[in-house]
């Protein structure tokens, strides 16, 4: 494997639901991220790690859940979604906490009925 | 509210001309600046960064920018209808935070 991984790609689940997404870097990156793309809106950063440390929590409801066991995984827990989550979640990892030259993941599709 | 501004499109160009993608940012301050391509049901791909004022080349593809004026673009020379995909132009503010904002990425369609 090479690059950033996401799984699954595809998710669909119900708002009683609980899932969780994962993402891997096979590019000994020490930042990762989750980003929301929802249609005809900008790439919306919701999380990031640094060193396995979270610097960021963008006003992010708390049915999201994010856990970065180490540098190179990083999960989203989800539960008692609504159907405006769903969207194409991304993964991205980068070497430093600067946040240059992001690399993503080919993301979640996730679709919340 | 640190925003990133781009057309949203669709911008369509005949194969071979030259296509041109402009962004503009709120941020003063802001570092260091992105070119994302991404294909439809695709993740975003890093293509173009540029630090400094002035054109920066790779290939068919020439970044430019102009922090007087918070203004960044990309030329891509000799469009090919494989570069049809939405182009999102990202912006690491001043601070060295970790965040990248994006804008909302021009939809280019290259015509055979």
């Known amino acids: 494997e090479t690059g950033v991984t996401q799984t699954p790609r595809h998710l669909v689940m119900g708002m009683t639901n609980k899932k969780s997404l994962k993402c891997e870097q096979h590019l000994g990156h020490n930042a990762m991220y989750w980003y929301k793309q929802s249609a005809k809106k900008p790439l919306e950063l919701m999380f990031v790690y640094n060193f396995k440390e979270q610097t960021e929590n963008n006003s992010v409801p708390s049915r999201f859940s994010p856990e970065c066991p180490n540098s190179s995984h990083l999960f989203l827990h989800l539960h008692t979604l609504q159907p405006e989550d769903s969207a194409l979640y991304l993964c991205?990892?980068?070497?430093?906490?600067?946040?240059?030259?992001?690399?993503f993941g080919p993301g979640t599709r996730l679709t919340v009925l | 509210q640190k925003e990133v501004e781009q057309n949203s499109g669709p911008l369509s160009v005949p194969e071979g001309a030259i296509a041109s993608l402009n962004c503009t940012y709120s941020d003063r301050g802001s570092q260091s600046f992105f070119w994302y391509r991404q294909y439809s049901g695709k993740s975003p791909e890093l293509i173009m960064f540029?630090?400094?004022?002035g054109d920066k080349e790779d290939g068919r593809f020439t970044a430019q920018l102009n922090k007087a004026s918070q203004y960044v673009s990309l030329l891509i020379r000799d469009s090919q209808p494989s570069d049809s995909a939405t182009y999102l132009c990202a912006v690491n503010p001043q601070g060295g935070s970790e965040k990248l904002v994006f804008g909302k990425g021009t939809k280019l369609t290259v015509n055979p």
């Open positions: 991205a990892s980068s070497q430093d906490f600067m946040g240059n030259e992001q690399f």
């Open positions: 540029i630090y400094s004022n």
